[in-house]
């Protein structure tokens, strides 16, 4: 019986299970090229900065109309911004979390979304995408009233007069919406943006979140085949032998904050983001061990790890951090504005 375990820090668009809902499935939109999010954990899609320059004419960051494709019918929805926010914070969070937390999320994700209006170009015309049906992203009035039942009045009530009380509050960065990506654990450390996207943005860098060292399912271990692991390496143009699994990973080298940058698979270099996604794995903060023709991986986290962490916004805003405090902690250098 060999053993093989390669020393990285263990924890990671899309994304449920004790910890909130969507929170732990990363919202796909612009952002994902590279990679998510579930949360949960998580699925991205392009890099930040590397997608369409933003247009010449920018609409008013106060626009009424919000446009977000359904991924399951194709649709473009046109919500209200109070819908879309309100929406978005009910499929990010559990509506019983602290006031604080609540609205931090509400002015990241209202934020978010004017960034990717002004840097991405969907064929559809929609500036990002959502699952209502399967309560991804963004819930729309429908899916609420089926998610929340009986207490839809209630909780409808208390999410919208925090919305509310946020909702012409958006963080820029320069003069432009900032990129306010979320996701729902890190693995005590939030990730820089370059090391997921390819793209480095001054206020997607890693910042402490050690918090979430304790939150629900932070460590969480899944098991593959052998032949499991092969199929998933094949997708990725990998050729693994059967006949000697155990010496298929090799060293990884990790980043600053502890996420796997790259691993030795099967001879060649692997980006972390990249294993992630092949694999389904919650976090790129990981650790592999192979016994009797299984690997173990285990995570640390869940998400793409860049930006708010949802899950150390709940323990900032239960220890009296302000929505502010809490949204200048992990976007560093962005300014509040309403």
């Known amino acids: 019986m060999k053993?093989?375990?390669?020393?990285?820090?263990?924890?990671?668009?899309?994304?449920?299970?004790?910890?909130?809902l969507a929170a732990y499935r990363v919202t796909r939109a612009v952002l994902s090229g590279a990679e998510p999010a579930s949360s949960a954990a998580s699925s991205a899609v392009s890099s930040p900065a590397a997608s369409a320059q933003p247009p010449s004419a920018v609409p008013s960051a106060d626009a009424e109309t919000f446009l977000v494709e359904d991924q399951a019918t194709g649709q473009v929805l046109e919500l209200s911004r109070q819908e879309y926010v309100l929406g978005a914070v009910a499929a990010e969070m559990p509506v019983s979390w602290?006031?604080?937390?609540?609205?931090?999320?509400?002015?990241?994700?209202?934020?978010?979304?004017?960034?990717?209006?002004?840097?991405?170009?969907?064929?559809?015309?929609a500036w990002l995408t959502a699952d209502p049906a399967r309560r991804q992203g963004c819930l729309t009035e429908p899916v609420l009233r089926s998610y929340w039942g009986t207490a839809y009045e209630q909780n409808y009530a208390r999410l919208s007069a925090l919305v509310d009380e946020v909702l012409d509050e958006i963080l820029y960065y320069e003069n432009a919406p900032a990129c306010?990506?979320?996701?729902?654990?890190?693995?005590?450390?939030?990730e820089a943006s370059e090391n997921v996207w390819g793209s480095a943005l001054p206020y997607l860098i890693s910042v402490d979140s050690s918090t979430d060292r304790s939150a629900d399912n932070y460590e969480y271990t899944v098991t593959f085949s052998a032949e499991q692991v092969q199929q998933a390496l094949a997708g990725l143009g990998i050729s693994a032998d059967l006949a000697a699994p155990e010496g298929w990973f090799g060293p990884a080298a990790l980043t600053s904050a502890g996420y796997t940058k790259t691993v030795t698979v099967c001879g060649q270099t692997v980006t972390g983001t990249t294993l992630r996604r092949a694999l389904g794995l919650r976090s790129t903060c990981f650790t592999v061990q192979y016994q009797s023709g299984n690997f173990s991986f285990t995570t640390r986290g869940y998400g793409h790890g860049v930006g708010l962490s949802q899950w150390g916004t709940k323990a900032m805003a239960e220890q009296g951090k302000s929505y502010a405090d809490i949204l200048a902690h992990y976007y560093p250098g962005t300014q509040l504005q309403g």
Do not use: M
């Not at 053993?3 to 909130?20: D, N, R």
């Not at 609205?103 to 991405?120: E, F, G, I, W």
């Open 180 to 190: 306010a990506s979320y996701f729902a654990i890190s693995n005590g450390q939030t």
């Open 98 to 125: 602290p006031d604080e937390a609540l609205k931090a999320q509400a002015v990241a994700a209202h934020s978010y979304a004017l960034y990717c209006r002004d840097h991405t170009a969907l064929q559809s015309g």
């Open 3 to 20: 053993k093989f375990f390669l020393p990285i820090f263990a924890v990671l668009l899309v994304l449920g299970s004790i910890l909130p």
